[in-house]
């Protein structure tokens, strides 16, 4: 479960220097592990690091993946069904009976445009709409 949309952050003017170099170190490393990992099928879960950034940035990682080679369905299956499997859990992750499943709508396609998970209109959760914004009627 990478967190990849980190390197394509400045990182703040106050950042130690020791923090710098390793960052400046790792990333190139970084790189070249998630691309090796996407072209050899390992299955990864979109995620955050969410310790070192805000929970809602997890949204960048669905383009980050993307720019890095990742197809856009494969990006959208690793914060569903890829991450089930990587929970070890079968009841979610999949929108049908029986299924645990919490839903959101994007105001296009984001097979077409990744970024448009960035901007997520619709928001079903537990049965309840949540969040509705500019989609439907």
């Known amino acids: 479960m990478p967190t990849i949309h980190l390197n394509d ?13 390793k960052s400046e170190f790792l990333a190139p490393h970084i790189e070249k592990s998630f ?10 879960a979109l995620g955050s690091d969410a310790g070192v950034m805000a929970h809602r940035d997890a949204r960048l990682e669905f ?18 069904i890829d991450a089930a499997k990587l929970l070890g859990v079968d009841d979610r992750g ?13 105001s296009g396609n984001p097979l077409e445009d990744i970024r448009l998970m960035e901007d ?14 500019g989609i439907g009627g």
């Open 9 to 21: 952050i400045p990182l703040p003017p106050e950042t130690p220097e020791w923090t710098v170099k």
């Open 35 to 44: 691309r090796m990992a996407v072209e050899q099928g390992v299955n990864i």
């Open 63 to 80: 383009y980050a993946m993307v720019k890095r080679g990742m197809p856009e369905l494969q990006a959208l299956q690793s914060s569903t």
């Open 94 to 106: 999949q929108l049908k009976a029986g299924m645990l499943a919490d839903i959101i709508a994007v």
């Open 120 to 133: 997520v209109a619709f928001v079903m959760k537990g049965g309840e709409v949540v969040k509705s914004s």
